[in-house]
């Protein structure tokens, strides 16, 4: 396997991502006030992390979004606090993530548990899949017509969580087992409009990151668009797969309409670590304030099967990363160029600025008539080397 690096990305991207922590639980009263002075302070959207005591919410987050090592993870005490997690600043997405304390009752009469879910995208919920998991599917059903009844348009997600110790045929049944149980329950509640999507992870392979970018690609109300786009750029570059990957988490914001296969997004993971890893010890200048990763880096990575890897940059959050064979790399100028077309595509659907900028959107957005604007514009991505507008 051969490596061709213009330019490093930064190795600042693995540090950790900055925390406003501090919501204790050490009574009601306080906890409330807590939350009452959070929500009010800020209009980021929010993805909780829900579930019983030891079921992997804490480890989920580190791994996704601390780059925690998986094994790290064993020695993470009990959450007790709710964890308040700001990621924008360091992440193309920009939310809030809540990691939640399982033993704690956020539905006793004293607790406005509407507050919380007032202002939340999606509710995750983890489920212990080698435990008994019938007290978690009573506190599923609990929590999801709750926050269902306060705000409907709340996405709600189940991980089945620590699949990685069940054999193939147990995780299908058990991952059975639990969509049957949930949904008979919103049944017999009368609440046939929740809808429960259902998700294997483990931290130990890539299924919590595949899991976590679905989650977030539903909260990307330019994701429709952002597909198109790279539609129309793999038909006329000849790349097979392309995945536009926030590079801190490896959550992939967006990818064409082929069906995604578990080994080509692994691959496309070890890309993004490789590159970093080489980074950190490379990549960085004399100039402490320098920053490798800039428009200028790319990656080139070619496997012994003749398929080539290849990863530009697209903004400083985002990454597009592209499957491709030996033959049709050799067309390099021509994928440049109708890169070229689709950065300045992507760059018109979104506003790419500071973290201080954003105002509350999942994704900070330019004004509506921009994606018009970008998806015309990477119309007149060439074909076999000639500009031309696609009919």
Not at 24 to 47: C, F, H, W, Y
Not at 113 to 132: H, K, N, P, S, W
Not at 200 to 219: C, G, N, P, R, W
Request: proline share 3%; charged share 25%.
């Amino acid at each position: 396997m051969s490596i061709e690096y213009e330019e490093q990305l930064a190795g600042s991207l693995v540090d950790s991502f900055p925390k406003d922590f501090g919501y204790g639980v050490e009574n009601m009263d306080m906890m409330q006030e807590n939350l009452e002075n959070s929500t009010s302070a800020d209009n980021k959207p929010r993805i909780l992390l829900m579930g019983l005591r030891r079921s992997g919410k804490s480890s989920i987050q580190k791994v996704v979004f601390h780059k925690m090592s998986p094994n790290e993870t064993l020695f993470l005490e009990s959450t007790n606090k709710i964890y308040k997690d700001d990621i924008s600043a360091s992440s193309f997405v920009n939310f809030h993530i809540w990691d939640f304390p399982g033993q704690v009752d956020f539905f006793d009469p004293t607790f406005d548990y509407e507050m919380i879910f007032r202002g939340t995208g999606a509710l995750i919920f983890v489920i212990d899949a080698q435990d008994d998991y019938v007290e978690a599917l009573g506190r599923l059903h609990l929590t999801v017509s709750r926050a269902f009844r306060v705000n409907p348009e709340i996405n709600f997600e189940v991980f089945i969580h620590k699949v990685d110790g069940l054999s193939d045929d147990h995780k299908i049944e058990t991952q059975r087992d639990i969509h049957q149980r949930a949904n008979d329950d919103l049944a017999d509640a009368s609440l046939e409009k929740l809808h429960l999507s259902f998700y294997l992870t483990s931290i130990y392979d890539h299924s919590i990151f595949e899991a976590f970018s679905k989650v977030v690609q539903k909260l990307i109300p330019q994701l429709p668009t952002l597909e198109n786009l790279l539609n129309i750029f793999i038909s006329n570059s000849g790349i097979e797969k392309a995945f536009l990957f926030d590079v801190v988490s490896k959550i992939y914001i967006a990818t064409d309409s082929s069906p995604v296969d578990m080994q080509s997004y692994e691959l496309c993971c070890d890309m993004i670590d490789v590159v970093i890893d080489v980074s950190c010890i490379y990549g960085l200048k004399d100039d402490s304030n320098s920053n490798a990763y800039d428009k200028e880096s790319l990656a080139i990575i070619k496997l012994n099967n003749t398929t080539v890897l290849y990863l530009k940059e697209v903004t400083k959050f985002l990454a597009l990363v592209c499957i491709l064979r030996e033959e049709s790399f050799e067309r390099k100028g021509l994928i440049d160029y109708n890169f070229h077309c689709f950065r300045k595509a992507i760059h018109e659907v979104f506003e790419v600025s500071s973290s201080t900028q954003r105002t509350g959107a999942a994704v900070q957005s330019s004004p509506p008539s921009s994606s018009g604007n970008g998806l015309a514009r990477l119309k007149s991505a060439a074909l076999n080397g000639t500009p031309r507008s696609l009919v």
